[in-house]
């Protein structure tokens, strides 16, 4: 009976788990760049969140420093706490002309933080940026072999899995959008469609557990009876 109690208390917590990261991917459908968690089981039904890459559907929005990439890769932010990926490209610039994110991270080109003095701004999908007859610098759009060491660091940040630096590697093809945004790679309908699933199973595995419950008590009494 024992085993038995613990098949629907599992269930539960998995339930309670898959809500929270429905739940979250919901939450940011809108943010650029966001990239949805899935809740995948092992072989012993042990559980573990996992990030999807799939790229995201493109917005275009022209303004000049919105930016898209077409295919893999990430750009490269400098952080207070070290080196991050991100593919959320609506920067914008600092009281020192230094293309930024919104944090006020600096961007990082193949030389380090782009600097943009003029208004005449092109960036080409090579990652070049131009302003005017000039190169500020090139975007450095990197990949890697495999997305199994990159931790989620807020909701459009990737670091790390273990604080070790990454083997970075070139794309197989750079292919950046000026005056685009990648929108969250999350369809909305089928994420709520989920979220009432996994409302549902909970709620039948609520009812086992206090099915369970009913017996136990009743099997309770009548030992006592017995005595």
Do not use: C, W
């Amino acid at each position: 009976m024992l085993h038995e109690m613990t098949r629907p208390v599992q269930g539960g917590l998995r339930q309670e788990k898959k809500f929270a990261i429905t739940a979250n991917n919901i939450a940011n459908a809108n943010t650029t760049g966001f990239k949805k968690d899935v809740l995948t089981f092992g072989d012993m039904l042990e559980t573990r969140m996992k990030t999807d890459f799939s790229e995201g559907p493109l917005q275009f929005t022209e303004n000049r420093l919105d930016m898209a990439i077409s295919g893999n890769g990430f750009f490269k932010i400098q952080t207070a706490d070290g080196i991050r990926y991100t593919r959320s490209g609506n920067f914008t610039l600092d009281n020192t002309n230094t293309l930024v994110t919104q944090d006020g991270n600096p961007v990082l080109g193949t030389g380090g933080p782009i600097v943009i003095d003029g208004n005449d701004v092109v960036i080409e999908e090579t990652g070049e940026v131009r302003v005017g007859d000039t190169t500020a610098g090139i975007l450095a759009v990197v990949d890697f072999d495999s997305y199994e060491n990159l931790k989620k660091d807020g909701n459009t940040l990737f670091a790390p899995a273990d604080d070790t630096p990454l083997q970075e590697i070139a794309p197989d093809r750079v292919s950046v959008k000026q005056g685009a945004l990648e929108m969250a790679n999350i369809t909305t309908v089928k994420e709520m469609a989920e979220l009432i699933k996994t409302e549902r199973l909970y709620q039948t595995y609520q009812k086992m557990m206090q099915t369970f419950d009913e017996l136990n008590a009743t099997a309770a009494t009548k030992i006592a009876q017995f005595k």
